[in-house]
């Protein structure tokens, strides 16, 4: 099996900076794509970025030019580096893998437990 764990949530003021984490462990042989996602209340889950195991990202609009992914395949890790937040940008994070483990030749979708990013006005 394959955990991931989340870190870096929290409050911030609009204009501020968080850093979210996401570290995955286990049986893990292989990572290929990784991603973050957020829900805000009463919304859909929606894409935020996503990072291919060649280092090809991806945003959604509304975060372009002021947030970053990042991976360290050495350590399963991926990052989410977020500034200039905005109110708008409160919701749950959650990262996303696509890893195989050393059991299964198959990849699968792996998803972190969330993490809260409160962007006061």
């Known amino acids: 099996q394959v955990q991931l764990v989340e870190s870096g949530g929290g409050s911030v003021q609009a204009g501020g900076s968080l850093r979210l984490s996401c570290a995955a462990s286990g049986s893990v042989y292989r990572v290929n794509n990784m991603g973050w996602y957020r829900q805000a209340p009463g919304k859909q889950r929606e894409m935020v970025a996503t990072?291919?195991?060649?280092?090809?990202?991806n945003y959604a609009d509304s975060v372009k030019g002021r947030f970053t992914i990042s991976r360290d395949d050495a350590k399963k890790t991926s990052y989410l580096q977020m500034i200039s937040l905005k109110p708008e940008d409160t919701a749950v994070y959650y990262c996303n893998v696509d890893a195989r483990t050393i059991l299964s030749p198959f990849f699968v979708d792996y998803w972190g437990q969330g993490t809260q990013v409160t962007v006061s006005s």
């Open positions: 990072i291919t195991s060649g280092g090809s990202t």
